[in-house]
């Protein structure tokens, strides 16, 4: 049980309470490669990489999940339908934090063992150390190929939005077996402080996408100038009234992406941004000209993003006012970073207690 104690005034502290559920005798985690991707993993380097976790407290489901206990063992199947499906990317950078956001989804879940978590990874072999960190944890990891989109992205305002597996989120449809209808995408610099059951049951009516949506922002920021004075450009979002959302959390209908086919309508932005320049900021702007305007809104509480400073270098920010749900250091200072920097943001010491880095097993 968590409780976020009310903030107050710029910079302002928090407190937090978490109780943990009793251990758990550990299954086998539901650890494997996609086949059709097995030969690609192949090629990656096969050393350990050179991080040192804790090994995360044994974790267990809530009496309130005993009906689906018999369901979660350790021949758990991906297709077993009690399951919530989070996707999350695992590269060297931002493997601190991707550690930290999962150990923050298990401490706050009410039915941690029916949670599925989907790795994607580009250049390390990480799966090992997902498993001795967290060795109860269902998970898969999926190799994505870098090539796929390498010829496709163009220079952004910041080199970190320049990297490959940025880009893995826009084939979570074909990386996923096909019995996956539901994922909910999430970023690797992020915390959550509530139990993502929640997040899972949103309901997306027809729509593809769910995201919190920002529509007081000024949307015609994400565009060149070029973009907005040419017509064949700015017509996307006739008939539309498109508003920002972050990409970094998402609940994504994986049935109705592959229907409509929407990761070749990603990519064909992305082919016209290298010849004519659109936009400035990486992986963002093809989801906005694909989904804004078509976005299932979602809470804020579940992306209080920007916390990393926007891209302004030593910048802090205070929450959005609201209560909070999840916790997104979006932007360029990352809580990891600044914390052993010993110049942290005050909002950074709640991304802390969930950090496992520096210490062996």
């Given amino acids: 049980m968590l409780w976020l104690m ?3 005034g710029f ?21 494997a490669i996609r086949s059709s991707h097995l030969d690609g993993l192949l090629r990656l380097p096969l050393q350990t990489p050179p991080f040192s976790f804790r090994r995360a407290a044994p974790f267990r489901n809530a009496d309130k999940c005993a009906s689906n206990r018999t369901t979660i063992s350790k021949n758990t199947s991906v297709c077993d339908p009690s399951l919530v499906h989070v996707a999350i990317t695992l590269d060297v950078e931002y493997l601190r934090g991707s550690i930290a956001a999962v150990h923050s989804i298990l401490q706050h879940s009410q039915c941690p063992e029916n949670i599925f978590f989907h790795f994607l990874v580009s250049e390390t072999n990480l799966q ?3 498993k001795s960190t967290f060795p109860q944890l269902n998970f898969k990891v999926y190799y994505f190929d870098p090539e796929i ?5 163009s220079t952004s305002v910041r080199q970190a939005l320049e990297q490959p597996l940025n880009y893995a989120r826009n084939y979570l449809a074909d990386l996923l077996e096909s ?15 509530d139990d993502i059951a929640k997040l899972w049951s949103t309901n997306l009516g027809s729509r593809t996408i769910g995201a919190p949506e920002y529509c007081h922002a000024n949307f015609t920021k994400y565009f060149t100038a070029g973009f907005w004075t040419d017509a064949r450009f700015a017509s996307a979002f006739a008939g539309r009234r498109p508003c920002y959302f972050n990409s970094g959390v998402m609940v994504i209908d994986l049935v109705r992406w592959r229907k409509y086919g929407y990761s070749r309508r990603i990519e064909r932005w992305m082919e016209i941004q290298k010849s ?3 936009y400035e900021l990486g992986s963002l702007p093809p989801f906005l000209l694909v989904f804004a305007g078509h976005v299932s809104p979602i809470e804020h509480r579940w992306n209080q993003h920007g916390l990393g400073g926007d891209n302004v270098k030593g910048s802090c ?3 959005h006012a609201g209560p909070v749900s999840l916790l997104h250091w979006s932007g360029s200072g990352k809580p990891w970073l600044r914390l052993d920097s010993k110049q942290p943001c005050p909002l950074d010491a709640l991304w802390a207690p969930y950090d496992l880095y520096g210490h062996s097993h």
């Fill in 276 to 278: 004519d320049r659109i």
């Fill in 179 to 193: 019995c996956v209808g539901r994922v909910i995408y999430l970023d690797s610099d992020l915390v959550v402080v």
């Fill in 317 to 319: 920010r205070d929450l």
């Fill in 6 to 8: 009310r903030f107050s």
């Fill in 128 to 130: 090992s150390l997902v």
């Fill in 11 to 31: 910079f302002s502290a928090a407190m937090l309470v978490i109780v943990l559920s009793p251990s758990l005798q550990s299954f086998h985690p539901a650890e």
């Fill in 149 to 153: 989109v390498r010829n496709l992205i």
